[in-house]
């Protein structure tokens, strides 16, 4: 059992972490400012871990950026023998059109934040840290799949924070002995925890091509846009690859075993499934999951968008020993029983 602070835990993919790592038997402290994110989704997911699981779970409410909230946070997880023995870091901005129009505060969130961490970090000794990159990094790929050799070339400023935030962490474990690092960089997150309690709940209109899909079906919106109908593909509309927010969650379960039992490490590792799906599948895919027609309307293509990104994820299986295990019809199955169960997402806090 590993005393952990999560940042960022009460995100989309934080919380569906957060139940798997309170499954695992470990104690958590989760530092989450609810920029986007909402408090109820912790209270699920303790519900969801069963007995004994509050115990294990210590919310603050704060900000990364912000020295007396990690310090804060340090001390919570500390115990009478030892501080924190490792850190998952969620907490960030994510949205690529949004990082265009406010590329300072993509910087100042994603960067200074994860620099005031690792300070934080370095002066209680703790030295072991999954962090949450992305496959953005890689820009317009030369090579699909693409493997973690490929070009870091980025193309907007979110993936521009990224890519510095990786080389930060390079750099720090080059400096001194003791740090145990690995960056893992996401293809698309999706679906939903299976009891449909927690699930993706963004703020305003969805980033994203699946919470879009899903409130359109639930009746909150009513089209979802397809941006290209001319893409090089198999049916003229963008390829990408799609992971189960739970294969993602129990991926950084096998990070944090990986670096804990290992000594001075710096991974860098694609989660994805390696299969594509076009967003017309993906379309075709949820109705069927929802038995509901999805209306859509073909638009031009989007600046900053590739024809084709999937993950050459080889490396995750031999090192982590991890693989995807759930499919499209899973993700859609269990997207719709969140977004059914949930049509206005988490209950809002007056």
């Not at 912000?66 to 009478?80: I, K, N, V, Y």
């Not at 703020?203 to 009513?222: D, K, Y």
């Not at 509901?292 to 995750?316: L, M």
């Not at 049509?343 to 809002?348: A, E, L, M, N, T």
Request: charged share 20%.
């Amino acid at each position: 059992m590993a005393r952990l602070l999560i940042t960022g835990g009460a995100g989309f993919i934080g919380s569906h972490t957060c139940l798997v790592l309170l499954e695992a038997g470990h104690e958590l402290v989760v530092l989450d400012n609810y920029a986007n994110s909402s408090p109820e989704a912790l209270r699920r997911v303790v519900e969801l871990a069963g007995p004994g699981a509050e115990g294990r779970l210590q919310v603050i409410e704060g900000d990364i950026r912000r020295s007396a909230d990690l310090e804060r946070a340090f001390a919570e997880g500390a115990s009478t023998e030892a501080e924190l023995d490792a850190v998952i870091h969620f907490a960030g901005l994510k949205a690529v059109g949004e990082s265009v129009a406010q590329p300072l505060r993509y910087w100042d969130v994603n960067v200074s934040g994860s620099q005031h961490l690792l300070a934080a970090m370095a002066a209680h000794g703790c030295r072991t840290l999954v962090f949450s990159s992305s496959a953005t990094l890689y820009g317009y790929p030369e090579t699909v799949p693409i493997p973690e050799s490929a070009p870091i070339q980025p193309i907007n400023p979110y993936g521009y924070t990224k890519a510095a935030v990786e080389q930060m962490l390079r750099d720090v474990a080059a400096s001194e002995p003791g740090w145990r690092i690995a960056s893992l960089r996401y293809f698309n997150p999706v679906g939903a925890h299976p009891s449909g309690r927690i699930g993706e709940d963004p703020n305003g209109v969805p980033n994203n091509l699946f919470p879009f899909i899903s409130q359109v079906a639930v009746g909150r919106r009513e089209q979802v846009q397809v941006f290209g109908g001319d893409w090089p593909t198999r049916d003229g509309s963008g390829v990408r690859d799609y992971i189960h927010v739970m294969d993602l969650a129990e991926g950084h379960l096998a990070a944090l075993k990986a670096l804990l039992s290992g000594g001075d490490q710096l991974l860098q590792l694609n989660l994805g499934s390696g299969q594509g799906h076009s967003v017309l599948e993906v379309i075709a895919a949820f109705a069927q999951a929802c038995g509901r027609t999805i209306p859509y309307e073909v638009v031009a293509r989007r600046p900053g968008d590739a024809a084709t990104t999937v993950a050459d994820a080889t490396a995750a299986a031999k090192t982590l020993g991890w693989r995807t295990q759930r499919d499209l019809a899973s993700i859609c199955r269990d997207g719709w029983c969140w977004q059914s169960n949930n049509p206005q997402g988490y209950p809002k806090l007056s």
